[in-house]
């Protein structure tokens, strides 16, 4: 075996460009790319626009300024010396004519732009739409309910763009998966675009849209696969929802303009289990509008319901009356019920007209309940997960990192209750059931979060024991005895009361819950890895769940191992180390195929060199590219050849501090088991059971009472 060293140079990732449609192509055709979600771009939409022609920089100034002179605006600094995730720095300008100020400064100067517009600056609708007109594809599209564009549906403002060259925006995504459209008015820009999974979650602020590394910098651009596009005067590129993006400015003079559709439904089965969703879910119950949205589920009496609600809404519209609120227009519109989307949004944009609130406010509000609603199947699916989230319980690996930097959601109903965040299973988290002292203090806890004297009468409280309850009962329960060097014994109580128990003897238990959130969620073991015995039952036991989860009991003599699996509905694309150590896994969504088929894998092959160790691992993916993991050194082995509608799911590192470890174990959806082992591995048995089972049972040896099988039977459905 070669000698430790370096991780080997890995194939960069395709970047490739966005397509571009036909100047004459027809509605239809685009449609295409936004039901697949898929950016491009459109040209020549801006033939008979006045803007196009009108606006150099003075009548850019002098439209804006007359439409929008005293709307405060927000920048973004661009901070080059500064650490990773601080590099932009938020400020305010009083009014947009103070942009257009800095805008002079940095010409007469002859400076590129370092600060430009965040969010764009808002121009009244009916004013925009002189100059700019809505384009006549995106009309024709909403005209025949093929999409909903918010511009043609109530949506008041428009928002504008406009910059110097020089400047190099933040890479994110545009939250709760709208898809967005940007005009090239003057000038022209380059979009580098990421799909949703392309990224890691990794954040410099909890729940924030944009991704740690600095996309500046040309090497973290082309470390991810992904587009780009030259955007030119007159061009409209297509963002589907969840893209992020990072632009940067080209043009001497640039404005854009943006379009929005609505939450299209169409999508929802394809977004709803996105990292990204999800966090947008969990980010909301900061505002405390999902929560509003979600309270109608949780409390059945209805006026301990509206109280609630009174509460949250006065702190969203900063009205300290809340009987103004109970009985304000806005409150009646946002309970309304059995309506379009379309019908909802324009009632509460007409209602927000009449609030103190200030125009738009009620609209956002529901707009964002609506997002999470398209996000997810139901409003109590999207309830359940951001629990999960704010428990550091969510499944997905992809969050792992994000978990690290969160840890419990800040300002939300549910932070002061972290104190029974040890007593829920979650990645292997023991412990007893919470005690009524423990429940008492976090029930004081959420009355505070709310501003409210705890008391027998508080709405809080009810809706908390609600959350206790849910969260502290245990429905699935197993009980491990751990030795100093090995696994003792251990039991599970199945969900019916039937026990299954093995054990050597009797001295220290551990009690793992599976609460019932789990169990909504559809928790089964799906595979099963364990290092045969110094004595005893093992040296270690590790159980996958579906939920991506890995619940580990270990002796002393166990091996250090790494484990990861994939949540149902993903698949392993990628791996990520840390030099040798096995850090986490990138997920991909598995698309449905529509015909009730499985689906495709993404991985053809996985081949690997090893000596004494794993020096390198290599997937060879469907398209033809491959990607590889660590060094040249040792024989080349394999490949294992997956079938085509066979998923990796699951990986395990015995990990020794060099090269990649002994060994690394794959678990896939046929129930397939691929060892890519060195010569010092130490053996060690993993078990998989194929997509739709579940591992209901243990089978021991007799004589060696070693563990050589699993039992199945068929899984929850989800």
């Not at 196009?52 to 927000?74: I, N, S, Y």
């Not at 601080?86 to 009014?95: A, G, M, N, V």
């Not at 409150?331 to 927000?352: I, K, Q, V």
């Not at 999470?372 to 989230?389: G, I, K, S, Y």
Request: net charge negative; proline share 5%.
């Amino acid at each position: 075996m070669a000698k430790a060293k370096k991780a080997g140079a890995q194939k960069l990732p395709a970047v490739k460009p966005v397509s571009r449609l036909a100047v004459d192509a027809t509605p239809e055709e685009f449609l295409e790319f936004y039901l697949r979600r898929e950016p491009v771009i459109i040209p020549d939409v801006t033939r008979n626009w006045p803007a196009r022609e009108g606006w150099d920089l003075d009548g850019c100034r002098q439209f804006v300024c007359k439409h929008a002179c005293d709307v405060p605006v927000e920048l973004a600094m661009y901070q080059f010396d500064a650490p990773d995730g601080t590099r932009y720095k938020d400020l305010e300008l009083s009014s947009v004519s103070k942009y257009f100020e800095y805008i002079d400064r940095c010409i007469h100067k002859n400076m590129e732009q370092k600060s430009a517009l965040k969010n764009g600056v808002n121009v009244p609708r009916d004013a925009i739409s002189s100059v700019c007109p809505v384009p006549a594809v995106l009309k024709e599209l909403h005209d025949s309910g093929k999409l909903k564009l918010r511009d043609l549906a109530g949506r008041q403002f428009s928002r504008l763009f406009i910059s110097l060259k020089g400047f190099h925006g933040r890479c994110h995504y545009d939250r709760f998966g709208y898809p967005f459209f940007s005009v090239q008015i003057k000038g022209s820009k380059t979009w580098y675009l990421y799909s949703a999974d392309a990224l890691p979650m990794k954040r410099a602020v909890p729940f924030d849209n944009a991704p740690f590394e600095d996309f500046c910098v040309p090497s973290v651009r082309n470390e991810y696969a992904g587009w780009v596009a030259e955007l030119n005067e007159g061009d409209m590129l297509f963002l589907p929802p969840y893209t992020y993006h990072s632009v940067c400015h080209t043009g001497q003079f640039n404005v854009n303009i943006d379009y929005a559709c609505l939450p299209d439904l169409c999508w929802a089965e394809a977004v709803n289990s996105l990292p990204l969703a999800l966090q947008d879910v969990g980010g909301m119950l900061g505002g405390r509008a999902l929560m509003f949205y979600a309270l109608p589920k949780l409390l059945p009496d209805s006026l301990a319901c509206k109280r609630v609600q009174a509460k949250l809404l006065s702190g969203v519209f900063e009205l300290e009356d809340l009987g103004l609120v109970l009985n304000s227009s806005i409150f009646a519109e946002l309970n309304a019920e059995e309506e379009s989307t379309e019908e909802l949004l324009s009632r509460a944009l007409a209602a927000s007209e009449k609030s103190a609130a200030g125009a738009g406010t009620a609209a956002l509000l529901l707009e964002s309940c609506l997002a999470c609603e398209a996000a997810m199947r139901t409003p109590h699916d999207v309830l359940l997960a951001l629990c999960f989230l704010t428990r550091n319980l969510i499944a997905d690996k992809q969050l792992v990192e994000l978990m690290n930097s969160l840890r419990i959601v800040k300002d939300t109903i549910l932070e002061d209750c972290s104190g029974l965040e040890g007593k829920i299973l979650s990645k292997g988290r023991v412990g007893p059931p919470p005690s009524e002292a423990e429940v008492v203090a976090a029930e004081r806890a959420a009355a505070r979060s709310l501003g409210e004297e705890f008391s027998e009468k508080s709405p809080s409280l009810r809706m908390m024991r609600d959350f206790v309850k849910v969260l502290s009962e245990p429905v699935v329960k197993a009980r491990f005895w751990p030795d100093v060097i090995s696994v003792e014994g251990l039991a599970f109580r199945m969900r019916h009361d039937f026990v299954q128990a093995r054990s050597q003897c009797v001295s220290a238990i551990t009690v793992v819950y599976v609460s019932p959130l789990q169990t909504l969620f559809k928790l089964n073991f799906v595979g099963l890895c364990y290092e045969p015995p110094n004595c005893y039952l093992g040296n270690l036991l590790a159980f996958f769940t579906s939920l991506g989860g890995v619940i580990t009991v270990a002796g002393e003599s166990a091996r250090p191992r790494q484990f990861f699996g994939a949540a149902h509905g993903q698949q392993i694309r990628g791996l990520s180390f840390e030099g040798p150590r096995l850090t986490g896994i990138n997920l991909t969504t598995v698309a449905p195929t529509g015909n009730h088929t499985a689906p495709e894998g993404l991985v053809a092959e996985v081949s690997w060199r090893a000596d004494a160790a794993v020096d390198e691992v290599g997937f060879h993916f469907r398209d033809g590219s491959r990607v590889a993991y660590g060094g040249q050194g040792g024989d080349e082995q394999g490949p294992f050849v997956l079938q085509p509608q066979e998923l990796l799911v699951a990986v395990t590192q015995e990990y020794t501090g060099q090269y990649l470890g002994n060994s690394l174990v794959f678990l896939t959806s046929l129930g397939n088991v691929l060892t890519l082992a060195g010569s010092e591995s130490r053996r060690s048995n993993c078990f998989a059971v194929a997509s739709g089972l579940q591992v209901v049972g243990l089978q021991w040896q007799h004589d060696s009472g070693q563990l050589v099988g699993v039992e199945c039977g068929p899984a929850e459905k989800w």
